[in-house]
Nanobody, 115 residues
Framework: QVQLVESGGGFVRTGGSLRLTCAAS????????RAWYRQAPGQQRELVAA???????SYADSVKGRFTISRDNAKNLLYLQMDSLKPEDTAVYYC?????????WGQGTQVTVSS
């Protein structure tokens, strides 16, 4: 079992920045993919960024050049640096990891971007 807790969300003005953090605990061996998803009201959950062992990070087209995913394996932390934020980035952001064949989710953190 893996437990995930996100933090770092909040309110920010258009053009601002936030850094989200996801802390993983429990049995973390075998995690191959770590990712951030988001879900806006009335919308489906969408993949924002992902990072897998031995592969380059991948990003949704809508966030390329603005968001950066990174991790600290020693501390079991996953980050999402979000720059040049836009109102359309407003959503609940979820951390996700895939361990062997199981997928785990955090509870989500709200990000609100407004002018």
């Amino acid at each position: 079992q893996v437990q995930l807790v996100e933090s770092g969300g909040g309110f920010v003005r258009t053009g601002g920045s936030l850094r989200l953090t996801c802390a993983a605990s429990g049995s973390t061996l075998g995690i191959k993919t770590r990712a951030w998803y988001r879900q806006a009201p009335g919308q489906q959950r969408e993949l924002v960024a992902a990072i897998s062992s031995g592969e380059r990070p991948s990003y949704a087209d809508s966030v390329k050049g603005r968001f950066t995913i990174s991790r600290d394996n020693a501390k079991n932390l996953l980050y999402l640096q979000m720059d040049s934020l836009k109102p359309e980035d407003t959503a609940v952001y979820y951390c996700n990891v895939v361990q062997y064949t199981r997928s785990y989710w955090g509870q989500g953190t709200q990000v609100t971007v407004s002018s």
